[in-house]
């Protein structure tokens, strides 16, 4: 799977939209792009996924580059309760083999 | 549903001793895993099962055993902790040939050794 790079970590004000970079420019054709997401130490939890489309689901929003060497996440009206590390994982076969986590972004929303 | 559910939930360990992690899921999925997670790190895999009766290695297999005891149950063993397995434990599990195999996760087991 490919190796994918995220800031450690981001600030965004309370209503405001957050947007989450993810660069993963050795992706390959067949490799799907994996948002999960980490409140508080708690098991992770799956936010959405792509292929080369834009995806969007009652949680968030996945911006995918045409080349498909980078994507965003979007957080369309953050809360406090979006305060949590999250992850962009990079999976030829969505994880069926297991995932591969880095340190993710660590995202602070602000009040 | 309960979801995915560990137990303990914490524990101590002296160097040493051995322990059992339990996980169960109630979602009649066929894959499960188990990463561990130490401080300021991403999850790592310790070792999953595709289906009942399999299980394969993941990136940090060595100092633990896995049993999947039936569809719902996937345990983890540490036959001699040492202080190096400290760390959170979560375990997962994930519908197998499902379009996109979203895993979900369990509550995690704090363990320490001392």
């Known amino acids: 799977d490919a190796k994918t790079t995220q800031p450690p970590s981001m600030d965004c004000a309370e209503g405001r939209a957050a947007n989450l970079p993810c660069n993963h420019s050795?992706?390959?054709?067949?490799?799907?792009v994996y948002w999960y997401r980490q409140i508080h130490s708690q098991g992770p939890q799956y936010i959405i996924h792509?292929?080369?489309n834009n995806e969007t689901n009652e949680m968030a929003s996945l911006i995918i580059t045409e080349d498909r060497k980078s994507s965003t996440l979007i957080l369309p009206h953050a809360t406090l309760r979006d305060t949590a590390v999250y992850y962009c994982?990079?999976?030829?076969?969505?994880?069926?083999?297991?995932?591969?986590f880095g340190k993710g972004t660590h995202l602070i929303i602000q009040p | 549903n309960a979801g995915v559910t560990q137990t303990p939930k914490f524990q101590v360990l002296k160097t040493g001793q051995s322990m059992t992690l339990q996980c169960a899921q109630d979602?009649?999925?066929?894959?499960m895993y188990w990463y561990r997670q130490d401080p300021g790190m991403g999850l790592r895999l310790i070792y999953y099962?595709?289906?009942?009766?399999?299980?394969d290695k993941g990136e940090v297999p060595n100092g633990y055993n896995v049993s999947r005891l039936n569809k719902r149950e996937f345990s983890l063993r540490l036959e001699s902790a040492a202080p190096s397995q400290t760390s959170v434990y979560f375990c997962?599990?994930?519908?197998?040939?499902?379009?996109?195999?979203?895993?979900?996760f369990g509550p995690g087991t704090r363990l320490t050794v001392l």
């Open positions: 997962a599990s994930s519908e197998h040939g499902a379009r996109y195999n979203e895993q979900f």
């Open positions: 050795t992706i390959s054709g067949n490799e799907y």
């Open positions: 792509g292929l080369k």
């Open positions: 994982i990079v999976s030829r076969r969505g994880g069926a083999d297991g995932l591969t």
């Open positions: 979602m009649n999925h066929n894959s």
């Open positions: 099962s595709a289906s009942e009766g399999t299980t």
